[in-house]
């Protein structure tokens, strides 16, 4: 069966068996003759053309219909085509046959154009041209449909790279070059790639000529998805063999930039490519409108049979009862379906005779007319001015029109934080040196938190009621009492216009600005702190050299750019870079002369989610070499040196203080190598780097891991990544309107909770359950395990045990205090509108003063809960960490119990989560809320695509981390802020006009279903239409279609400011109140 559906997709045979065969050779090394394509033949590697198109011109056809048979409904309607051919049928084949052949028509047009489409785009790239090598170093334009693996090809800058290319040679400064990467990771920050030392010398002087004689044999990875691991080597005729890994690959796709020109040897083909791999199909979604519709017309076919059977079984008695009396009926030779002595033929007939005559109960054109409806409301959505992002120029975009009415009927969010909810354009703010804090003024959190009547202070040590705070050692947020001031960011030193700010730096401190760093006691500590930030680092530098306040860095992350432009503040100007050499511009005393001091860059040993950490060794002009290492306070303390722990305590106690306020840390350190010990590890790292296969990155860590040993801290930085405008504004009137919201983040605890205030995620009133393993009872667990000698599975189970413990407190205190706020009906949500501490009738009343339930005290918490007013509702809100989740994940018990949590829960914050744990926790939630309530997911980055494709609904926001969430999304945005207006407007809308115009088509054709009826009644169940062929066939698909479409796209029961003032009426969506089965009979009965 799969087969065959394959097959009539337009792929057949032959191509699920290339998918099979290609993707079997993912564990299969790849072996390719560069410049000998000709001996590349015996292997059989695809060719160069690739394809988009869903069917082949022998296919479409077939496929096209399967398609259109996907709908039961066509079926059903093809059925009464069918029986309309029966010659008693009661209306003419042909006016039966005929709406039929327009819908279907219709559907495959469609299809063609669609196709069409896609088929003219493949030709074009295909038939693009570029320079292959002929022989003899002279060059020719071909197609890239041509190209072969172990093709020489030159690329001018500006191109495209047409297939997968080992980077060969450059015009570029130590030949290297820039690409552009966003056709494929959505990334708009620049890439580094350089060539191998053996071949550096291809097209450099008259170089061109050495390919004639260039020949080498490479092994490398089979055909795979992943586009940032390649593993190779390169064995030249000399027997010399050099690993090649991700620095020397050109994708597919990607442009060259910046750069005169490259050569490379084309390993990857077609098909084979890592764009095309990646070019899988987003998962198919069902809105929860299309299910309902399912089972009505089920629920109108069995209708229909109802009647088809009343009429054949009256039939029969009326031909018992009256027998030849009936002699309007013609009984005999004239009418050989009316035999008076046969009455059961007679009602068989007549019952066949009533499907068809019926038939129009089930509009045949409701399918067709729901996907131009849906189209239309995409077009106006697109064009809808409240929703463009001029500060990006981007507009609204619309990948899945099918989904529209769902995005009025969202009962979870689930949104990432960095990008999302926030600008992720990153400050250098603060830092720490040599265990003294550096940078004045407030964050963007801190002034939030005050204008909400808040302070960040010291833990209070007091007991959990109603009306006394209880203060969490990781939130460290009270709420300030009416009779005390409340500190404002006025109090906090710092300029109101800072004069040193520019796009990546916001510090401010008199004490080292200005060059007055030098008067401090640690200058030297200072002086090496900024060195550090401006040579470990993967940052290009985009400007000219002359010009310091011209320069922008190109980065893989913003933060890391921030932390370059600090450098250069403070007189480490990074100005060029080369593979193996950073070019620095040094200004050691104030108003010396700048000094350009080179740097000699041995190993880069890079960042990745696994490893949150990113290292190089360095050789400094005077010989001195030295590891630089940046990233997560959890990974670097556990690499430090025991006897060397310097400014420790003091770095730890500012980066939580920085994380209070909302701050992105991370810590700096160094070591010391000697030569030997160096030269021992580079033998090792060379031998890692040279496998083959997946096996090489986990080799590679291994063997980072040995020299990132023994570290000693320099000191620690704050970046701030500024919340994005209006985030607070629309979060607040998400949870007016009923929406949960959590927010996934891979930030510190304390961090997002202080964040979550600042966006009004967490607001007055709420209980904060806090679910973490960074805690006491933690840290007394993994002692006792080590005093004890306890193996890792016990201390596992031991902290699983704890998180068990804490999820079972929490699931009674949200059970006992029975506040689920999602339970109270639209009576209830308007009977409290009148509450000035209610938020427009939402969930949100009664406030009692902010309480945090710490990882301590739940006993406590729960006998506050038993002295609570029976009248008084609480709000709740849950923070987990990652570490919690895991074991969370890996138990159905605890999965079960940490859901029913969540779903009492008006907000819930994962924290120190990783891109596999979003997904998994939206698909926790998906599964959770099943079919009776939508989760929609929303985020910027790659990392955000599986939690998006997760979601009933996917939002992607078209961020400075690139365009691969949106590309991926069902509906992408330019700001957080424009979610209010697609959700309680667009979503509104069009959630009730589906609703209207789904029942009153099958209201329209119910009249006309009973009016035959009836008429069949009074004509004796003899079969006889009332209505003409035509009319009857062109009532619902032509006459009386266009009134109703026009209302599904244009009525609004409310205008948008309204829908935005009085949030509460989402909920109607929520509830499915306008489209359900009670709704959908009253219409019925109604008609």
């Known amino acids: 069966m799969e087969q065959c559906i394959s097959f009539l997709r337009g792929k057949g045979w032959r191509f699920r068996q290339l998918q099979a065969a290609t993707s079997g050779m993912e564990d299969e090394p790849r072996v390719l003759h560069c410049n000998r394509p000709d001996l590349n033949a015996k292997y059989e590697y695809v060719s160069n053309r690739t394809s988009s198109t869903k069917y082949t011109w022998w296919s479409f056809l077939p496929g096209a219909l399967f398609e259109q048979y996907r709908r039961a409904a066509y079926w059903y309607f093809t059925a009464m085509a069918v029986l309309s051919l029966l ?53 020719e334009e071909k197609r890239w449909k041509l190209l072969r693996v172990g093709d020489v090809v030159k690329v001018i800058d500006g191109e ?188 068989i007939v007549s019952s066949v005779n009533g499907l068809v005559l019926y038939g129009y109960l089930i509009p045949i054109s409701l399918y067709v007319s729901l996907e131009v409806v849906r189209v239309l409301q995409a077009l106006v959505m697109m064009v809808d001015i409240q929703m463009y992002d001029s500060a990006t120029d981007k507009r609204f975009r619309i990948r899945s029109t099918s989904l529209n009415e769902e995005l009025g009927q969202v009962d979870t969010i689930l949104s990432d934080k960095t990008g999302t909810l926030t600008c992720n354009q990153m400050d250098f703010f603060k830092c720490s040196i040599a265990g003294v804090s550096y940078g004045k003024g407030a964050t963007e959190v801190e002034a939030s938190i005050s204008r909400l009547g808040l302070s960040i202070g010291e833990r209070v040590t007091q007991s959990c009621r109603r009306d006394v705070v209880e203060h969490s050692t990781t939130s460290n947020i009270h709420y ?82 921030a932390l370059v432009v600090a450098a250069k503040q403070f007189g480490f100007y990074f100005y060029n870079r080369t593979p193996t050499t950073i070019y620095l511009r040094e200004t050691h005393e104030p108003g010396a002369e700048p000094v350009n001091v080179k740097y000699q860059i041995l190993n880069v040993l890079e960042f990745s989610s696994v490893r949150k950490r990113m290292s190089v060794i360095v050789r400094f002009p005077d010989g001195i070499l030295l590891l630089l290492s940046k990233g997560a306070d959890s990974v670097i303390l556990e690499r430090l040196d025991p006897q060397n722990q310097g400014f420790v305590s003091e770095t730890i106690k500012h980066l939580k203080d920085y994380s209070k306020v909302g701050l992105r840390t991370l810590l700096i350190a160094y070591k010391v190598i000697q030569e030997h010990e160096y030269q021992t590890w580079q033998v090792r790292f060379a031998e890692a780097k040279a496998t083959l296969g997946r096996e090489r990155e986990i080799r590679t860590d291994e063997v980072a891991e040995e020299i990132e040993r023994g ?263 330019g700001q957080f802020r424009f979610l209010e207006r697609l959700l309680l407007v667009h979503g509104h809308w069009c959630y009730r006009r589906v609703s209207v115009m789904i029942q009153y088509f099958f209201y329209k054709v119910s009249l006309l279903g009973w009016i035959s009826f009836y008429s069949n009644i009074e004509a004796h169940f003899s079969g006889q239409p009332l209505f003409n062929d035509w009319y009857a066939s062109f009532y619902n698909p032509v006459f009386t279609a266009l009134p109703i479409m026009v209302v599904a796209v244009i009525d609004q029961d409310v205008t948008a400011a309204q829908s935005l003032k009085y949030p509460e009426l989402y909920r109607a969506g929520q509830r499915s109140e306008l489209f359900n089965i009670k709704t959908s009979c009253l219409w019925l009965l109604n008609s």
């Open 480 to 561: 300030r009492d009416t009779d005390h001031s409340v500190a404002s960011t006025s109090e906090i030193e710092g300029p109101t216009h800072n004069p040193y700010k520019e796009e990546g730096f916001n510090f401010y401190d008199s004490r080292i600005l200005a060059g007055n760093w030098v008067r401090e006691k640690g200058r030297k500590e200072i002086q090496f702190f900024f060195r550090i930030l401006a040579l470990c680092h993967t940052a290009i530098p985009d400007g000219t050299p002359e010009n310091p306040a011209s320069m922008r860095y190109r980065a893989e992350s913003p933060d890391e750019a």
């Open 160 to 347: 495209y790279f047409p297939a997968d290319l080992l980077l060969l040679s450059s015009t570029g400064p130590e030949v290297t070059c820039y690409i552009d990467t966003k056709n494929l990771d959505g990334e708009t920050n620049l890439k580094v790639r350089h060539a191998l030392e053996c071949t550096c010398t291809i097209g450099q002087k008259n170089g061109e000529s050495v390919l004639g004689e260039f020949w080498a044999t490479v092994r490398c990875d089979g055909p795979n998805a992943s586009l940032y691991n390649f593993a190779g080597l390169m064995e030249l005729p000399d027997g010399q063999v050099y690993p090649i890994g991700p620095p020397q690959i050109l994708l597919r796709d990607s442009i060259l930039q910046n750069t005169g020109s490259v050569y490379g040897v084309v390993i990857y083909t077609g098909h084979d490519t890592k764009v095309m791999r990646n070019s899988t199909p987003p998962p198919s979604k069902r809105s929860r409108v299309d299910c309902t519709l399912d089972k009505l017309i089920i629920a109108m076919f069995a209708i229909l049979v109802a009647l088809c059977i009343t009429t054949g079984v009256t039939m029969v008695i009326q031909t018992k009862q009256e027998g030849s009396n009936a002699w309007y009926l013609q009984p005999g030779l004239s009418n050989p379906y009316f035999d008076p002595k046969n009455a059961a033929t007679t009602g």
């Open 87 to 139: 010659p008693f049928s009661p209306y003419n084949t042909v006016s039966i046959w005929l709406p039929l052949a327009f819908v279907l028509t219709l559907g495959i047009v469609r299809e063609l154009w669609e196709d069409l489409r896609r088929g003219q785009g493949d030709q074009e790239v295909n038939n693009r041209p570029t320079l292959v090598h002929t022989g003899n170093g002279q060059f």
């Open 711 to 973: 570290l000693t801290i320099v000191g620690g930085t704050g970046v701030e990544d500024k919340l994005q405008a209006g985030v607070p504004e629309t979060i607040h009137r998400l949870a007016c309107a009923g929406l949960k919201i959590w927010v996934l983040t891979g930030d510190k605890v304390e961090t997002a909770i202080n964040i979550g205030y600042a966006c009004r995620l967490l607001r007055h009133g709420m209980e904060n359950l806090i679910i973490s393993l960074e805690s006491n009872e933690t840290f007394t667990i993994k002692e006792n395990s080590e005093r004890n000698h306890l193996s890792r599975d016990d201390a596992s189970k031991a902290l699983k045990d704890l998180v068990a413990r804490k999820i079972t407190d929490a699931l009674e205190l949200v059970t006992v205090s029975n506040s689920n706020p999602r339970m109270a009906e639209t009576g209830d949500l308007e009977a409290r509108s009148g509450n000035p501490n209610s938020c427009r009738g939402s969930q949100m009343t009664k406030f009692s003063p902010i309480s945090q339930v710490d990882k301590f005290g739940w006993a406590e918490c729960l006998k506050a809960v038993d002295e609570t007013s029976p009248d008084t509702q609480v709000e709740y809100a849950l923070t987990i960490d990652g570490q919690s989740l895991v074991f969370i994940m890996a138990d159905v018990d605890l999965r079960d119990q940490f859901l029913r949590v969540c779903m009492s829960c008006a907000s819930v914050l994962c924290c120190r989560v990783s891109p596999r744990q979003k997904a998994q926790v939206t698909k926790l939630v998906c599964k959770g809320l099943e079919k009776s309530r939508l989760c929609l997911a929303i985020g910027d980055g790659a990392n955000d695509v599986g939690m998006i494709q997760a979601a009933n609904v996917g939002v992607g926001i078209i961020g400075v981390e690139g365009a691969q969430a949106a590309m991926t999304a069902d509906y992408a945005i």
